[in-house]
C-alpha cells in the first residue's frame, strides 16, 4: 500500500477515535452538569450547619468551553474530516494522483488551533476537577476520605434550601478528563501526520514535474544533434 494512502486510513482510524471521545466528553460533562445543576469543576463544598452543607457553584464557562470543544471540534469538524477522508481514499482507487492533490496545509494549521483548544479545554477540566476534589477531601473540614466516596451524597443548596445529590459526578468528570486528554493527543497525531503528508505531496509533484521535463530536455538534445549534421 502507498504510504500516502496508509496515511490518510490512519487518519480516519484517528477521526473516528476523537469523534468518540467528543461523544464522552460533551455527554459526561453535560449529565453531570445537569444532575447536580450547576457546574461542578472548580466548584467547593462549604459547610454550613448541623449536616449542612453549602455548594458553591463555579462559572458555568469552566464546563461550557469544554462541552462545546467537544461538540464543534471532536464531533462536527473530526466526521468532517473522516468524510472528507474517506471520499479521498475512494477517488484514489480510480486516480491515484488525487492524493498528491488534497489540501493538506490548511488542515495542518487549523488541526493546530484545534489542538491548542482542546488543550486548554483539557487543562480547565484537570485543574477544575482537583479544585473540587480537594475541597472534598483535603479541605479543613475534610468531608469524605476519597473524592470518590462523595458520589451520590444528599446536599442542601442555599438560599433555596433545596435538596439536591452530588450523583455520579466522580465518575463522570473522570470520563470527561480521560477523553479529553486522549482527543488532544489525538489532534496532536493528526498534527503531525498532516506535516508528513505535505512533505510526501511535496516530493510526489517535484518528481512528477521532472518526469515530464526529461522527455523535452531529451527532444531538444536530439533536434540539436539533427541540426548539427544539417
Not at 94 to 108: A, E, G, K, L
Not at 112 to 135: P, R, Y
Not at 177 to 202: D, E, H, M, Y
Request: hydrophobic content about 45%; charged content about 15%.
Amino acid at each position: 500500500m502507498d504510504v500516502s494512502n496508509f496515511l490518510l486510513l490512519v487518519n480516519i482510524f484517528v477521526y473516528f477515535v476523537i469523534v468518540s471521545c467528543g461523544f464522552a466528553i460533551s455527554n459526561s460533562l453535560g449529565v453531570s452538569r445537569i444532575s447536580s445543576g450547576g457546574c461542578l469543576l472548580s466548584s467547593t463544598l462549604k459547610p454550613y450547619n448541623s449536616g449542612i452543607y453549602l455548594l458553591v457553584y463555579s462559572n458555568k464557562f469552566n464546563c461550557e468551553f469544554p462541552i462545546y470543544s467537544g461538540v464543534i471540534f471532536c464531533i462536527f469538524y473530526a466526521l468532517g474530516m473522516a468524510i472528507y477522508n474517506l471520499y479521498t481514499i475512494n477517488k484514489a482507487q480510480r486516480d491515484p494522483s488525487i492524493v498528491s492533490q488534497m489540501w493538506v496545509f490548511p488542515f495542518i494549521l487549523l488541526n493546530s488551533v484545534v489542538t491548542v483548544l482542546m488543550l486548554v479545554a483539557s487543562c480547565m477540566v484537570s485543574v477544575g476537577f482537583k479544585e473540587l476534589c480537594d475541597s472534598l477531601t483535603k479541605a479543613k473540614h475534610k468531608y469524605y476520605p476519597s473524592c470518590i466516596e462523595a458520589e451520590n451524597q444528599n446536599l442542601q443548596l442555599l438560599p433555596t434550601k433545596e435538596t439536591t445529590s452530588t450523583g455520579r459526578f466522580y465518575t463522570l468528570i473522570n470520563n470527561t478528563q480521560n477523553a479529553s486528554w486522549i482527543c488532544t493527543v489525538c489532534w496532536l497525531v493528526l498534527v503531525i501526520f498532516g506535516i508528513v503528508q505535505f512533505v510526501l505531496n511535496r516530493r510526489q509533484k517535484t518528481h512528477a514535474r521532472q518526469e515530464v521535463n526529461e522527455p523535452n530536455q531529451y527532444r531538444t538534445d536530439v533536434e540539436v544533434k539533427n541540426l548539427r549534421h544539417i
